[in-house]
């Protein structure tokens, strides 16, 4: 797979595609504003099916990640679940979303051991295809991140980390990505984060059609084409040029998801 980038060429590497209204036109946005590719990730089997279907749909464009987020976690589902994502990796450039989420509203539908359970199989899956893993940590960041490792995973993004310092420490010491969201222009936790975090070790992404600033002025539904905001928060935040973080970023990303970046002749 061949991606030319240019100056200021980005990607979008965790988006829900399958839940983006209006596809096309959105798609269409995103590449007039300078993102060069998109990670689609799933939920569940429809969505992960979905996915496939629109990383199909934009060859080259659109690159499908298999996922089962632990807000749809459910014990009758286990077995097709992780069988569907066994069966359609070689369609795949990675696993996720995945991972934990100990909000008690997502607790009470899939408690810690289901969860954990879940994800262990998730990131054996992970390791056996060497792909990977996009991750989910909503309050449970050192329990994510301990079972990444105990997984023995070589390649693992934390996506729009907001945790503690002493596991961005270690995720950073491990060689693992944090991805930057639109929330950098806002949410301190977050800021933090992508301030610590090394460039060689930060991407960027949309997480679309989330709602960022929810309650506050400003708020927006976000699409693939408000990577470039991610790309201005993370560079204003770190005192560095919009081109350096967009080159850095999308070679962290070609490099991790398997996409060959190189210069037009």
Do not use: C
């Amino acid at each position: 797979m061949i991606l030319y980038r240019e100056m200021n060429r980005i990607i979008d590497t965790h988006t829900h595609l399958d839940e983006v209204e209006n596809l096309g036109e959105a798609i269409a946005q995103a590449k007039e504003a300078g993102v060069a590719a998109i990670i689609a990730v799933g939920s569940d089997i429809a969505s992960n099916v979905k996915t496939l279907e629109i990383a199909k749909k934009y060859p080259g464009f659109v690159y499908a990640a298999l996922g089962w987020h632990p807000w749809y976690i459910k014990e009758s589902d286990i077995e097709a679940s992780l069988e569907f994502i066994r069966a359609n990796m070689d369609k795949a450039v990675g696993i996720g979303e995945v991972g934990l989420d100990y909000h008690k509203r997502v607790r009470v539908v899939a408690d810690k051991d289901l969860q954990k359970r879940a994800l262990r199989e998730l990131l054996k899956i992970a390791e056996v295809s060497d792909k990977p893993a996009l991750i989910h940590s909503r309050y449970a960041w050192r329990d994510a991140y301990d079972m990444v490792r105990e997984a023995g995973l070589n390649k693992a993004v934390f996506h729009w980390y907001t945790g503690t310092t002493s596991v961005l420490r270690d995720i950073i010491d491990s060689g693992y990505y944090i991805s930057v969201t639109p929330a950098v222009e806002y949410h301190e936790e977050h800021r933090r984060a992508v301030k610590e975090t090394p460039l060689e070790q930060l991407l960027l992404e949309t997480d679309s059609p989330v709602v960022y600033a929810r309650g506050r002025a400003g708020e927006f539904k976000s699409s693939p084409a408000d990577a470039v905001r991610s790309l201005k928060g993370a560079a204003e935040l770190n005192r560095l040029s919009e081109a350096e973080v967009a080159a850095r970023t999308t070679e962290n990303a070609g490099r991790l998801f398997g996409i060959i970046s190189q210069k037009k002749s």
